[in-house]
């Protein structure tokens, strides 16, 4: 049996579940404080447009962009709607696996 394997990239995934929440129009960013500073932690594709990404400073983005709408990342939050897209996968493929240190992986065989 062939060995099947799949990679599955989010990059938005905790903007667009607050936006979901919440709609806002134009540029958005979730935040998270750094020491002293706010930085970016994830942001919505307008916000990206105009030239921010993540881990710039707060103070950075505002003054590309005075017009960015922020909200505080809640990480507990994006670690829910990851264990639910983990348990959603594990429907329709092998559940993940996640290799301890030094171990290997192999594939699944009583997958069907």
Known sequence: ???????????RLASDSSLRSQPVEGPFALTLRSGNTDH?????????????????????ARAICPDLVTRPADLAAEAAALAALRRWT?????PPTIP?????????????
Do not use: T, V, Y
């Open 1 to 11: 049996m062939a060995r099947r394997l799949l990679s599955i990239w989010f990059p």
């Open 90 to 94: 594990g429907r329709a493929a092998a």
């Open 100 to 112: 301890r240190a030094g171990e290997k992986l192999l594939p699944n065989r009583n997958f069907h």
């Open 40 to 60: 970016l932690h994830c942001l919505n594709a307008a916000a990206q447009a105009l030239g921010l990404h993540r881990g710039m400073a707060l103070a950075d």
